[in-house]
């Protein structure tokens, strides 16, 4: 659980700087006023930790990320240490970069990404199956902030569950549209997942599917194996009578 507050506007003077008694961090872009440095996918987040008491400038730094350490070069462990996380990705959501000196880890800073990304909706797929068959279309719903409302369409119309035999499933990370036994006359058409959030409305991806008239499917290895004794026995047959036919050419 996340808990937000609100800084005061006079503690917004500090900008983009999170600090304590040893060291300071400066960002691009800067804290906003919930305490998060908000960005999104591919965006460059720059991140410059310093040492404003003069008598600790040679102290070495050391980053940490989720409590992980940061690999830096020997150069880069003094004031003015910097870290780029470039590009953002979603995972980098809620990440926490915590810089600290590297004798005294208690003497430390950190900031907290907050990455918006929208669902990865968009762009159609074509479905071709046959009558009898079941049919599963899946939407992934991640994102932040989360999905709040989830649709799906059939020929521009709301799928009718009861009708159609339908069923959805969300996750809070996909939504599955499920029916089982297709018919040609019900589930063939155009399918849209419509979803959106306070940040990201409509988003939208479109199913193309095309229900055809079931085949009668042999199975495929009896039937190889009876082709194989036939012709087996063919042969064997036909082995047996040459050698009576040799026998009496022989005579």
């Known amino acids: 659980m996340k808990y937000f507050f609100r800084v005061p506007l006079h503690l917004l003077l500090l900008l983009a700087s999170q600090t304590c008694d040893g060291v300071m961090i400066k960002s ?25 008491d003069i008598n600790l400038k040679e102290e070495e730094l050391k980053w940490q990320r989720n409590g992980a350490a940061v690999s830096l070069n020997d150069q880069n462990k003094k004031t003015g240490s ?17 810089c600290s000196l590297a ?11 907050e990455v918006l990304y929208p669902p990865q909706l968009s762009g159609s797929e074509n479905i071709t199956i046959e009558e009898q068959e079941d ?23 709301t799928v009718d569950l009861i009708a159609g035999g ?20 019900l589930h063939d058409g155009v399918y849209q997942c419509n979803a959106s959030s306070s940040a990201f409305p409509n988003k939208t991806k479109t199913f193309y599917v095309n229900v055809t008239d079931r085949t009668i ?33 022989k005579k």
């Open 28 to 52: 691009t872009p800067p804290v906003n006023a919930e305490g998060f440095i908000r960005a999104s996918p591919d965006d460059t987040v720059s991140l410059i930790c310093e040492i404003p």
């Open 82 to 98: 910097a870290l780029c996380i470039t590009p953002v990705i979603p995972e980098d959501h809620a990440a926490t970069f915590t």
């Open 103 to 113: 004798k005294n880890s208690t003497d430390s800073a950190s900031v907290t990404l």
């Open 135 to 157: 049919l599963v279309l899946v939407c992934d719903m991640k994102a932040n902030p989360l999905i709040t409302y989830v649709t799906w369409t059939l020929n521009e119309s």
């Open 166 to 185: 339908f069923t959805v499933t969300n996750d809070g990370r996909t939504s599955r549209l499920q029916v089982n036994n297709v018919e040609q006359s």
């Open 217 to 249: 499917k042999f199975p495929l290895v009896p039937l190889i194996a009876g082709v194989v004794v036939v012709f087996v026995t063919s042969i064997l047959a036909v082995v047996s009578r040459w050698r009576k036919i040799v026998k009496c050419c």
